[in-house]
């Protein structure tokens, strides 16, 4: 597998003097499966457009393009990149997009699909050139042909929101954004007038048992990507019930699960350069990780597993 990251910014495309390092567009990300000729992309953030002039560029010379979008969920910085994918605009061109749907009784078409109506934006979806499917993800385990294996997990974010496992060849790429732990929801302070003890004990039980489920999850991948916006302080600033995570949290939970290598993603949009070379300097540095790599995941970086 060839992973390249497109967009690794988080909520809002940020671009500017401030970002250039690590980049300023939302989610995106290649994979490539060299030997059996496969593309996959996970999420179509701002970042999607430039890995769609690329593929215009390098793919199409070659013949129709052929991909697969899977997308995490369906806020608007993971899916707003969607219309300026230049592929869906050529003949010949084959989609398939994949995603959870949970609001209301809109399907995956309509949410993604949707974008493309004059309310919007000027072109419409029935003017595309490209065949385009769209298919509902839940959670499971699903054989993707040629050798791929893909595992779907349920996260922690206000909106049905996907974590990917794909494996192949004995190597493992594993995403979890967007996500935060999973925490006690019941009052647990007794002294509270609505306090229920058997709720606040089943609220603190079930989230102990998904904490270990996405661990299980996760574990002895050769490369997680991990959704990381916040430090602990500034989520206990009033970010807890947001859907992201925070360094002290994900990186021990990567190290004692044997994760080989950890990209930091979803990156704040208020977080200049600068203050991830800061950070950097915290949670990445070798001689506090064991055995597994950390690095902030930049546009234009490229891992090989």
């Not at 806020?75 to 398939?96: A, N, Q, V």
Request: hydrophobic share 35%; glycine share 10%.
């Amino acid at each position: 597998m060839k992973i390249k990251f497109w967009g690794v910014r988080g909520s809002i495309p940020c671009p500017g003097p401030l970002t250039m390092k690590y980049g300023g567009n939302t989610p995106c990300l290649e994979v490539r499966f060299p030997d059996i000729n496969r593309l996959i992309i996970i999420d179509a953030g701002s970042g999607i457009r430039e890995l769609g002039n690329f593929m215009m560029q390098h793919d199409l010379p070659k013949g129709p393009i052929q991909t697969e979008i899977f997308l995490s969920h369906t806020h608007w910085d993971h899916i707003m990149g969607f219309p300026f994918f230049t592929p869906i605009y050529i003949p010949g061109s084959k989609l398939k997009v994949y995603g959870p749907v949970s609001y209301e009784q809109d399907t995956l078409e309509k949410i993604v699909g949707g974008q493309l109506t004059y309310r919007y934006f000027p072109i419409r979806g029935e003017e595309l050139g490209a065949s385009i499917t769209y298919i509902d993800l839940k959670e499971g385990e699903f054989d993707l042909g040629d050798g791929i294996r893909l595992t779907t997990k349920y996260l922690n974010h206000p909106i049905l929101c996907l974590g990917y496992r794909f494996e192949y060849q004995g190597k493992v790429l594993c995403t979890a954004y967007d996500t935060e732990p999973f925490r006690n929801l019941f009052i647990t302070d007794p002294a509270h007038p609505s306090y229920d003890e058997a709720m606040a004990r089943e609220g603190e039980l079930v989230a102990r048992e998904q904490n270990e489920v996405l661990e299980k999850f996760i574990a002895g991948a050769d490369l997680l990507i991990h959704d990381c916006q916040y430090t602990k302080a500034e989520y206990e600033t009033g970010k807890a019930g947001w859907g992201h995570s925070y360094f002290e949290y994900v990186c021990p939970m990567a190290i004692r699960n044997k994760v080989k290598s950890l990209a930091l993603f979803h990156h704040e949009p208020m977080r200049t350069d600068k203050h991830i070379d800061e950070l950097t300097k915290i949670h990445c540095q070798s001689n506090h990780n064991g055995a597994t790599e950390i690095f902030f995941a930049r546009e234009g970086m490229e891992v090989t597993l």
